[in-house]
């Protein structure tokens, strides 16, 4: 007669690689399904793709929307972004430099 650890040994030593392929490397759909609906992150942040959080809502939806804009709206947009983030970075650098 096998003890119950004996027996666990036995049972999932042929079965443990199984188990853990089902766990560990879920299918591109499984993973997916988990960052959407558990997690609320990209399947690219889940893989550690980006090291942004999407966590803001409005600033995914806004993203979604600049996308739909033609090529040339797009490049107007991107080049307003770009010149208030330079202004930030400017007197960030500035402020540093004073003080």
Not at 45 to 64: A, H, V
């Amino acid at each position: 007669m096998l003890n119950l650890s004996a027996y666990l040994f036995r049972l999932l030593r042929y079965r443990l690689p199984i188990i853990l392929h089902i766990f560990i490397e879920p299918t591109i759909e499984i993973a997916f399904k988990i960052a959407q609906a558990l997690l609320d992150v990209s399947l690219d942040f889940l893989m550690g793709n980006t090291s942004i959080i999407p966590t803001d809502k409005r600033i995914l939806s806004r993203l979604e929307n600049i996308t739909a804009l033609p090529s040339n709206k797009q490049e107007e947009l991107f080049n307003v972004i770009d010149t208030y983030l330079r202004d930030f970075n400017t007197s960030k650098a500035y402020k540093r430099a004073v003080a």
